[in-house]
């Protein structure tokens, strides 16, 4: 009996140190097994210890080898796995970013090309709320593609990165006829009947753009979270795109849209002085339409087609995983 | 997320640890002790080692959980057990099948004069 109580003594105390030791293994690792390494070091200290099968120096050199080399391991897994994982958010970060620092060099270039924008009205208040709102919303874009790579529920990294770079760039394709379109509109004026029909093509090309960006992520990853948030993505580029083609064409054909906006009921009802300012107002206004309507439209298309392809058996139900 | 890689071969360890799973589902230490004997004391894994090789082999869908359950030769606690995935039955087949090819190949070339073992393909 008083054997039987030192034993559990003394195999209570080997667990306390192991415990320790464990405490050194990567926190993801000791979250998944560290109770189960636990109890396999308490069944293998009985069992070769307790049981005189080696010697309690013999039984912990071994661990110490074994830890000495797992340990070390481990992390270097681990290590990788998290450069893995940074390199493939930072493959869908960089577009973002050098699409949104592009927009505003545009914008800035436009200003200091054109300074009187600054102090010109435009319609009932200024042209500069324009400028200033276009800015603003180019760094929420920013701050909400940030948001949404560094969630991490539904999907792994992996699947989100695939996901979001396939939806970038459809979204970039239906970003590119908008700037067709805007050079249409350009060159015929906002009201020729060709450059509504583009128009309704680039409505149409949206539609199947990003939803072809949701079904994909939802298929792939199985998860509608997925489907949506790859559809969002997928609008967000294209805004971005329209916006920039927005201000390049302030840059490029100033001219014709100050031509244009001479015929403008609304530029005439409002005597605005600086028909340039105005034309430069106007389209930024068309591009901060674009950064609010395209996430909430692709948003809704990308609910709606996630939605059809999980109930719709395009996608199978028991895909929705749980994060790795 | 699991791995659709060909089956390749297996290393000593991860071989051993699917032969152990073959009959039945086992938990950390039986598939250690049991890893041990097959392999007549040439792989000794300690308790790091082994949950490493577990936590690969279920990353790469050889094996799964089978669940928590009381060992009832053990204490009260509740082990996790590990059994064979389809995938990991396969790459096993394979390795086997490997290992068989080979010994052929040394009984024709009469490299293992002393097996007596028939082997039918």
């Known amino acids: ?175 590119g006829c908008v700037l067709g379109a805007i050079a249409v509109d350009t060159l015929l004026g906002p009201d020729s009947l060709f450059g509504l029909g583009v128009w309704s093509v680039v409505v149409l090309a949206a539609a199947i753009g990003w939803g072809l960006a949701g079904l994909l992520a939802t298929r792939a990853g199985g998860s509608r979270r997925l489907g949506i948030v790859a559809a969002l993505w997928s609008g967000m580029v294209t805004a971005l795109v329209g916006a920039a083609g927005e201000v390049a064409s302030t840059l490029v054909a100033l001219p014709r849209l100050a031509q244009h906006e001479l015929t403008n009921p609304d530029y005439l009802y409002w005597h605005q002085p600086d028909v340039r300012s105005y034309a430069i107002a106007s389209a930024l206004a068309l591009g901060m339409m674009g950064l609010i309507l395209a996430p909430i439209a692709a948003s809704i298309v990308g609910a709606i087609v996630s939605w059809l392809g999980r109930s719709g058996g395009l996608v199978a139900p028991q895909a929705e995983t749980a994060p790795r | 997320m699991k791995t659709t890689k060909p089956l390749a071969p297996l290393t000593p360890a991860v071989f051993y640890i699917l032969l152990v799973l073959a009959t039945s589902e086992k938990h950390g230490y039986e598939i250690m002790k049991q890893v041990q004997q097959d392999s007549q004391g040439q792989i000794k894994m300690g308790t790091g080692t082994l949950y490493g090789s577990l936590k690969r082999m279920l990353a790469d869908g050889l094996i799964e959980e089978a669940g928590e359950r009381l060992d009832p030769t053990l204490d009260d606690e509740r082990r996790r057990y590990y059994r064979l995935s389809e995938l990991g039955r396969r790459a096993l087949a394979a390795e086997l099948q490997r290992y068989t090819d080979v010994v052929v190949i040394a009984q024709r070339r009469r490299l293992l004069p002393a097996l007596t073992l028939e082997l039918t393909r």
Request: net charge positive; charged share 20%; no cysteine.
């Open chain 1, 1 to 175: 009996m008083k054997q039987h109580q030192q034993r559990a003594r003394q195999r209570a105390r080997a667990a306390r140190i192991y415990r320790w030791v464990l405490r050194g293994y990567p926190a993801t690792h000791r979250r998944t097994f560290g109770r189960q390494m636990l109890l396999t070091f308490q069944d293998h200290y009985r069992d070769a210890v307790e049981s005189h099968r080696e010697s309690a120096l013999r039984f912990w050199l071994n661990v110490a080898g074994d830890v000495g080399k797992s340990l070390i391991r481990e992390h270097v897994v681990t290590l990788r796995e998290t450069l893995r994982d940074r390199m493939a958010t930072m493959k869908t970060v960089i577009p973002v970013a050098l699409t949104t620092v592009g927009v505003l060099l545009l914008l800035g270039l436009r200003v200091w090309l054109y300074p009187a924008v600054l102090s010109a009205p435009h319609g009932g208040g200024t042209a500069v709320s324009s400028v200033a709102g276009m800015a603003i919303l180019v760094l929420a874009y920013a701050v909400v593609a940030i948001g949404i790579l560094r969630t991490h529920r539904g999907a792994s990294v992996a699947e989100r990165s695939v996901a979001l770079r396939r939806a970038a760039l459809l979204g970039a394709l239906v970003g």
